[in-house]
């Protein structure tokens, strides 16, 4: 059992950067890929980046490519997602989650955190 805990959304205007957080409780952290996805309001939940269990290996979407890098500590039991030039469609709620594969499928990931509010104005 993994539990997430997200951090670091909030607003932010267009060009801006926030970089949010996600904490796992357990021992287990390094032994998972983790991701990213995102909620706008009336739009269903899509991937965003992952990492693969060493960080080694990363993937983005080509919405956010160029402008978010993802990252982990796995002494800190933590991953990171860095967002840069911020647009307004960038606005959602953003989501950790935990596989034990590499996937960009929200299908595969057995473990989410609860959302952090990202809010981008123009």
């Known amino acids: 059992q993994v539990q997430l805990i997200e951090s670091g959304g909030g607003l932010v205007q267009a060009g801006g950067s926030l970089r949010l957080s996600c904490a796992a409780n357990?021992?287990?952290?390094?032994?998972?890929?983790m991701g990213w996805f995102r909620q706008a309001p009336g739009k269903e939940r899509q991937f965003v980046a992952r990492?693969?269990?060493?960080?080694?290996?990363?993937y983005y979407a080509d919405s956010v490519k160029g402008r978010v890098t993802i990252s982990r500590d796995n002494a800190k039991n933590t991953v990171y997602l860095q967002m840069n030039s911020l647009k307004p469609e960038d606005t959602a709620v953003y989501y950790c989650?935990?596989?034990?594969?590499?996937?960009?499928?929200?299908?595969?990931?057995?473990?989410w955190g609860q959302g952090t509010q990202v809010t981008v104005s123009s």
């Open positions: 990492i693969s269990q060493s960080g080694s290996t990363t």
């Open positions: 357990g021992r287990s952290f390094s032994i998972y890929h």
């Open positions: 989650a935990a596989a034990r594969y590499g996937s960009s499928y929200m299908r595969d990931y057995n473990y």
